[in-house]
């Protein structure tokens, strides 16, 4: 049974900057499209930082360019989201997620709603708030 095991939410004043993990176990992350994905209140859940299979290609909303990095480490077989520059509106429960390099696109991952996605971790809150 594959497992997605997020930690590194939290909470941080504007301006600030967490690093969110998510250890993933039975699955070659490599040869995955991989994304984080961020649902805030009263919002739909939306794609922020996505990384194409083999690391083909990647993929960035347009508010967190610049402040977010996505990176996987196939060794640990671990995905990564570098937040920097935190703002009020980062704030929402975040999710990993991935997609078994069917679509090889980032960008399609992380915007196109008929995307199905394979594997999601269990979501952890991070609250950017002074």
């Known amino acids: 049974q594959w497992t997605f095991v997020e930690s590194g939410g939290g909470s941080v004043q504007p301006g600030g900057s967490l690093t969110l993990s998510c250890a993933i176990s039975?699955?070659?992350?490599?040869?995955?499209?991989i994304g984080w994905f961020r649902q805030s209140p009263g919002k739909e859940r939306e794609g922020v930082s996505c990384?194409?299979?083999?690391?083909?290609?990647?993929y960035d909303k347009e508010s967190v360019k610049g402040r977010f990095t996505i990176s996987r480490d196939s060794a640990k077989n671990t995905m990564y989201l570098q937040m920097n520059s935190l703002k009020p509106e980062d704030t929402g429960v975040y999710y990993c997620?991935?997609?078994?390099?069917?679509?090889?696109?980032?960008?399609?991952?992380?915007?196109?709603?008929?995307?199905?996605?394979?594997?999601w971790g269990q979501g952890i809150q991070v609250t950017v708030s002074s």
């Open positions: 997620a991935a997609e078994a390099g069917r679509i090889h696109s980032a960008a399609r991952m992380c915007s196109d709603p008929g995307v199905r996605l394979d594997y």
């Open positions: 990384l194409g299979d083999r690391d083909r290609s990647t």
């Open positions: 039975r699955l070659t992350l490599w040869d995955y499209n």
